[in-house]
């Protein structure tokens, strides 16, 4: 088939390489014309597509990359996997809506579209649709096909990969789901049919509101225990001996990446915009998440201050940038308003992460450094975000003044954990 995927980031480019593996002939449409170029000359920004595995399929040519809006027409199933930012609180389909209007006018008799993208329940039927319709002349479940799969996206995951994630899937009508259905099951192992788009895009927000309260109910949690002189990582632990009934979440800075932070409140946004009323689980929690970074700072402040420090000249090096254990990904990262509040306070802040790529380390404002011996003992204060399996843990654990081990990975006589 002739497979259009729209939006070559984090999502689009790991489906679009996979299905061109699949036997599908497939165009990676973006609008970013860096990024077209350096897909076209086989260079991946994206962790899990290795350059190696792009460039195969560009040489077989199953796979291109343009910008070129023209070079989508007669496509059999496209793919929208664009960017669902909040703006203030308030989701911003600003990216769906001109990618539809861009598909609609490439939109042939019997063609498929599939919404991706994160969103609020009833956007692929109230939002897409008529976009496609208008753009095309086509009328949906007649003329075309749609529906909507969440991504699953999970940089790193080892256990998990792309492929081996079960796929959910839904469609407008019967036939829609048959043929989308059809299409996933080329590229995943296991494809999971449900009714409708809404039941669809309400369970990719359920998925992730469900972790956003519970590691924000450990993070709460976790800053009471501290002053109650109980070790909420030892307790658990404890907890997680019992075979059923529970489910392992630890605490940490903050939660990043675009999952945790934004999709549950395109959830409550929905909710009060139709119901008139809070999702009061997902705004607390958003809120308790807000405000671990400020946590972790008082928490190098009391240590300095036990030492006869202040933020204020000190100097601080921060291990680990990403939001993700691995990972290479900075979006919505707690790291960034660490750095931030510690250079407010005056503090001489320094960064060190290796997955970082070059130039995507600039919203952090602060120098990048390597996590050398000397680099670790010259800290006045030493703070894990996120635990690399390239750092050196035992060398960080003996070597550092302080350190405020936020994963709990370490050990040594000047070590606190979160």
Not at 113 to 118: A, C, D, G, K, R
Not at 361 to 387: C, G, K, R, T
Request: glycine content about 8%; hydrophobic content about 45%.
């Amino acid at each position: 088939m002739q497979i259009v995927v729209a939006g070559q980031g984090y999502v689009g480019l790991p489906l679009a390489v996979r299905a061109a593996e699949a036997g599908h002939r497939v165009v990676g449409y973006d609008v970013d014309l860096d990024r077209v170029r350096r897909l076209t000359a086989g260079d991946s920004y994206v962790q899990d597509v290795p350059s190696s595995r792009l460039r195969a399929v560009l040489d077989a040519g199953a796979y291109s990359a343009t910008a070129d809006a023209t070079a989508l027409a007669g496509f059999d199933i496209a793919v929208i996997t664009v960017p669902t930012p909040l703006r203030d609180g308030v989701p911003d389909l600003s990216f769906v809506e001109a990618c539809a209007r861009t598909l609609g006018n490439h939109l042939s008799r019997g063609a498929a579209v599939v919404l991706e993208s994160t969103t609020w329940p009833g956007t692929t039927e109230e939002l897409l649709l008529p976009l496609l319709e208008e753009a095309s002349g086509l009328k949906a479940g007649v003329d075309f096909l749609a529906g909507f799969s969440p991504e699953r996206i999970a940089p790193g995951n080892q256990r998990w990969s792309f492929e081996t994630t079960p796929k959910l899937v839904s469609g407008i009508d019967a036939r829609s789901l048959d043929v989308i259905r059809g299409f996933y099951d080329s590229i995943f192992h296991t494809t999971v049919p449900v009714s409708g788009p809404k039941v669809a895009e309400l369970a990719k927000l359920i998925e992730n509101t469900f972790r956003l309260v519970n590691i924000s109910m450990i993070n709460e949690l976790a800053t009471l225990t501290d002053r109650l002189g109980v070790n909420i990582w030892e307790a658990i632990d404890a907890a997680a001996t019992k075979p059923f009934g529970f489910t392992r979440f630890t605490p940490g800075p903050g939660v990043g990446g675009h999952c945790l932070p934004v999709d549950p409140l395109f959830l409550a946004w929905k909710i009060r915009e139709e119901l008139g009323v809070p999702f009061r689980f997902a705004e607390l929690a958003h809120d308790v998440n807000r405000r671990m970074p400020d946590y972790v700072v008082r928490r190098v402040a009391q240590a300095l201050d036990q030492r006869g420090k202040t933020l204020s000249g000190s100097r601080i090096l921060l291990l680990g940038l990403t939001y993700k254990i691995n990972a290479t990904d900075l979006r919505e990262s707690p790291s960034t308003r660490v750095a931030e509040l510690l250079v407010n306070h005056g503090a001489q802040v320094r960064g060190a992460d290796p997955n970082v790529p070059d130039g995507d380390h600039a919203s952090l404002n602060v120098p990048l450094v390597d996590a050398s011996e000397e680099e670790i003992a010259a800290a006045d204060a030493v703070v894990l975000l996120m635990d690399h399996a390239t750092f050196d843990l035992p060398m960080i654990g003996k070597s550092a003044p302080y350190v405020l081990d936020c994963r709990n990975r370490l050990s040594g006589p000047h070590v606190e954990t979160l």
